[in-house]
């Protein structure tokens, strides 16, 4: 069992930046793609990013590309999303989430486990 917590969420506005962080905890996230998801209110939850078990591989949203970046530290056991040029249509609740695989190339994840999610709102 994976546990997820997600941290760094809050209200910015439109053009700023904000960087979310998501720490495991009981297992090492060594052998899993890890990814971001987000929800905003009244929508289905919509895939953002994912990174490959080692780091080498990354894949984004057409909606968040050339803005957004997830990266990694296995050593820390935590994943990150610096979102820059943060834009009104960014408002959601962020999820973290683990698939375990060690699949070199990532695509859209398919998570076996989720965290509780952190809100991001930004104002225009």
Do not use: H
């Amino acid at each position: 069992q994976v546990q997820l917590a997600e941290s760094g969420g809050g209200l910015v506005q439109a053009g700023g930046s904000l960087r979310l962080s998501c720490a495991a905890s009981r297992r090492s996230l060594s052998r899993y793609v890890m990814g971001w998801f987000r929800q905003a209110p009244g929508k289905e939850r919509e895939f953002v990013a994912a990174i490959s078990w080692n780091g080498g591989n990354s894949y984004y949203a057409d909606s968040v590309k050339g803005r957004f970046t997830i990266s990694r530290d296995n050593a820390k056991n935590t994943v990150s999303l610096q979102m820059n040029s943060l834009k009104p249509e960014d408002t959601a609740v962020y999820y973290c989430a683990a698939e375990q695989s060690t699949r070199p190339i990532v695509g859209v994840i398919r998570p076996d486990y989720w965290g509780q999610g952190t809100q991001v709102t930004v104002s225009s």
